[in-house]
Nanobody, 127 residues
Framework: EVQLVESGGGLVQAGGSLRLSCAVS????????IGWFRQAPGKEREDIVC????????YYAGSVKGRFTISSDNAKNTVYLQVNSLKPEDTAVYYC????????????????????WGKGTLVTVSS
């Protein structure tokens, strides 16, 4: 069974930082790319950034580059999202998802093309 489990969310003050984790099991890690996405209340799911685990190349969605950094620990089958200078508008449920590393949806980091999803972790940023 494929599982993606997010952790690291919580309540943080504006200007603070968080590191989210996505622990992956049930698939061959290097065969997949992992993406981070978020969904704020009342809004559509937003693409953030993706990484291909075979070569650790990253693919950023245009709107968030600069404050978000993705990384992968292949030994731990875990992908991280470092988020700095948090703003209240970053409040959302953050999800990780997986697709084959050669998928065009990984290169485009497009949430509609992901095959497997975690349940999300809530990040709340107070002003």
């Amino acid at each position: 069974e494929v599982q993606l489990v997010e952790s690291g969310g919580g309540l943080v003050q504006a200007g603070g930082s968080l590191r989210l984790s996505c622990a992956v099991s049930g698939l061959t890690f290097d065969d997949y790319g992992i993406g981070w996405f978020r969904q704020a209340p009342g809004k559509e799911r937003e693409d953030i950034v993706c990484i291909t685990n075979n070569d650790n190349k990253t693919y950023y969605a245009g709107s968030v580059k600069g404050r978000f950094t993705i990384s992968s620990d292949n030994a731990k089958n875990t992908v991280y999202l470092q988020v700095n200078s948090l703003k209240p508008e970053d409040t959302a449920v953050y999800y990780c998802a997986a697709a084959p590393h050669y998928s065009e949806y990984i290169y485009a980091c497009y949430n509609y093309g992901m095959n497997y999803w975690g349940k999300g972790t809530l990040v709340t940023v107070s002003s």
